[in-house]
């Protein structure tokens, strides 16, 4: 079902918003569930996605790090080298974990943390369950690799946690590398 569903099925044209970066209060709030079918819910599913299509490296984005307490993210690991299992671009409201396992660590950064990178141990296998936009279609996503390693980190977000609250230590975290 999730394969289904694209974007352009909300019907309203995204707008690119500011992202905001750590310590803003908002990336550290617990994220109210929301109303998959209200239009301002659906609005900002759009701007979520034209967030991230214009974010240089962007595969995810969750509603907090657009300033809004909102359970909900867009995600899309099309282009990723490190992608093996991909459900192409979408958004998911109220996104919960149903199942984990085979727990790896691996580097992350993050948009609202711009100047570090980070190892985190995260399921390298991951089933999640929430609700498209615009719709009450419940979807069940089984997933693995860097698919997996994103939706966690955006369900984290929605939790009012940063990769910076899963790292073992200052040891695991590195300032991010600039390519000219």
Known sequence: ???DWSPARLDVQGAVLEVVRAPHPVLATESA???PLDPDMIQL???LVATMRVSPGCVGLAAPQVGVAAQMFSLDVTNHPKTRTCHGVFVLC???VVEASRNEKAREGCMSVPDFTGDVKRATRLTVAGVLPGTTDQ???T???FEARALQHEI???SGKLFLD???GAHAVYPRKTYL
């Open 166 to 168: 899963r790292v073992a």
């Open 33 to 35: 569930e929301v109303d």
């Open 1 to 3: 079902m999730i394969t």
């Open 45 to 47: 599913a759009a701007d």
């Open 94 to 96: 109220n996104a919960v």
């Open 139 to 141: 979807v069940t996503i």
């Open 156 to 158: 984290d977000h929605c």
């Open 143 to 145: 997933t693995d690799a």
